[in-house]
């Protein structure tokens, strides 16, 4: 079971930066950390997964520490929109996949 | 391209009655799991699979079956509704192959037991 902790809840304000950190001590050394938001009562989305390395796409950047115990989700530019659950949780050759409570980032004026 | 599919979206149950949640994937996926989320609260895993004719239970399993047919279906039963179970329940699908294991969740269910 991929064993997680985040904040419950952030502030951001809209233009700003948000970062949301997540603990994953017990991450083997081949599982990928995988960041999802929710909006509302949607579907959990996919927004990134990394390894070892800081990754980058369209929707954040992921720095993950180079122990590899914690990361950070960074969303450069937060709007509205933005405002939402995140979960961050780790996958590997364990088929189980359990999230934690995720953390409500709200995205103020 | 559908992805993962939950039928249907809405429901209300009697306390005692059965239903059926649906749930297909047109993705190839060998996993399939099955969350509820209860509001304002995260997502708990009820059972899960990894291929056909393997399913295994998660989390909150008690008061549900699965079974696992086919690769596409995931059809996640209901026995003797409680009001407990009232609950949004979401069906998602993911490749076992890194780095490429990303879950695709449906729209979910909205089950309501009165």
């Known amino acids: 079971d991929a064993k997680t902790t985040q904040p419950p809840s952030m502030d951001c304000a809209e233009g700003r930066a948000a970062n949301l950190p997540c603990n994953h001590s017990t991450i083997s050394g081949n599982e990928y950390v995988y960041w999802y938001r929710q909006i509302h009562s949607q579907g959990p989305q996919y927004i990134i997964h990394?390894?070892?390395n800081n990754e980058t796409n369209e929707m954040a950047s992921l720095i993950i520490t180079e122990d590899r115990k914690s990361s950070t989700l960074i969303l450069p530019h937060a709007t509205l929109r933005d405002t939402a659950v995140y979960y961050c949780t780790y996958t590997g050759t364990a088929s189980k996949l359990t999230f934690g409570t995720g953390t409500r980032l709200q995205v103020t004026l | 391209n559908a992805g993962v599919t939950q039928t249907p979206k809405f429901r209300i149950l009697k306390i005692g009655q059965s239903m059926t949640l649906q749930c297909t994937q047109d993705m190839n996926h060998n996993y399939m799991y099955w969350y509820r989320q209860d509001p304002g609260m995260g997502l708990k895993l009820i059972y899960y699979s990894v291929g056909a004719g393997i399913t295994d239970k998660g989390e909150v399993p008690n008061g549900y079956n699965v079974s696992r047919s086919t690769t596409e279906d995931f059809p996640l039963r209901l026995e003797l509704a409680a009001p407990s179970q009232t609950s949004v329940y979401f069906c998602?699908?993911?490749?076992?192959?890194?780095?490429?294991?990303?879950?695709?969740f449906g729209s979910g269910t909205q089950l309501s037991v009165l």
């Open positions: 998602a699908s993911r490749s076992p192959t890194a780095p490429n294991e990303k879950l695709f």
């Open positions: 990394g390894l070892k």
